[in-house]
């Protein structure tokens, strides 16, 4: 089964001087992989970088690579974008590269073009993390919740639709709005619960989440995004895909960064179950 992550890789750098790659299309192709899938990623970066094994990736040559610097202090963690790399398009994928069976869109600064979900509307799965269209970055770099104005051209071709309440920064009048575009549209609230719609009539359901010990929180929606999409697409009814995504993202939270991946024991302990 083959899984196409689309988005920028990105050059975090972190309180303590250090730096680590991130990005969704990193985290959810590598999910994808650990969950059996053939795993592709299309990016846009500068040279050089280090990428993960075990994905096949496709890298557009970039100036620079998207750099996010993470402040944290007495109002929590702030986000700044320092770089952003170029828009990524269909006509940027490989010729000889298939049709996937799930095609992920996971922009982080509005990287990726509205032809995606034009051209592949009805031909796959299009499953799209949102956080990367609802950012805006001021003049200092600081990155902010902006009303997203492509949600009537996105969200009616896609077949699910993933974001966290933190992204909206508090503004749920848009579930709402959006429920009514899209097939699924799935809320998340850190370690607490799961909100969905599906269907399009805005009635919400709820999964009340147990949290698990956090060592670090990066990467865990782009990994419950990953496994959401998959198991929508092997035929699993919504909840009990989002059940499976939100126990694996969960264990994520236990390790750090790139570990933080779906290793065996975390599919031990979280049963995928309820084929519709």
């Known amino acids: 089964m083959e899984y196409l992550a689309v988005g920028h890789v990105s050059r975090d750098e972190l309180p303590d001087g250090s730096v680590r790659l991130g990005g969704t299309v990193t985290y959810a192709s590598l999910t994808a992989a650990a969950l059996g899938w053939k795993a592709r990623a299309l990016t846009c970066a500068a040279w050089p970088l280090d990428l993960p094994a075990g994905v096949t990736w496709e890298v557009r040559p970039a100036a620079q690579t998207t750099t996010f610097y993470l402040q944290t202090g007495a109002e929590g963690r702030t986000l700044f974008l320092k770089a952003r790399a170029d828009t990524l398009t269909p006509a940027d994928l490989p010729a000889d590269w298939p049709t996937p069976q799930v095609l992920h869109l996971g922009p982080i600064a509005a990287e990726c073009a509205l032809e995606w979900v034009e051209v592949f509307a009805g031909r796959t799965l299009v499953g799209?993390?949102?956080?990367?269209?609802?950012?805006?970055?001021?003049?200092?770099?600081?990155?902010?919740?902006?009303?997203?104005?492509?949600?009537?051209?996105?969200?009616?071709r896609v077949q699910v639709a993933v974001l966290s309440r933190?992204?909206?920064?508090?503004?749920?009048g848009c579930f709402r709005r959006w429920a009514r575009l899209c097939p699924l549209l799935v809320v998340t609230d850190g370690p607490r619960r799961v909100t969905w719609f599906a269907g399009?009539?805005?009635?919400?359901?709820e999964l009340a989440v147990t949290p698990r010990p956090e060592v670090d929180a990066t990467g865990a929606g782009d990994i419950f995004a990953a496994a959401l999409f998959i198991a929508l697409a092997q035929g699993y009814a919504p909840a009990a895909a989002i059940r499976w995504a939100a126990c694996l993202a969960g264990g994520s939270v236990t390790r750090p960064g790139l570990a933080g991946v779906p290793q065996a024991q975390d599919l031990a302990l979280c049963p995928l179950e309820g084929r519709s």
Do not use: C, I, M, S
């Not at 399009?200 to 359901?205: A, C, K, R, S």
């Open 128 to 156: 799209v993390t949102l956080q990367g269209w609802l950012r805006q970055a001021d003049e200092t770099g600081r990155v902010h919740y902006a009303e997203w104005e492509q949600a009537e051209a996105v969200l009616p």
């Open 166 to 172: 933190e992204d909206v920064a508090g503004d749920e």
């Open 200 to 205: 399009g009539d805005g009635v919400p359901h």
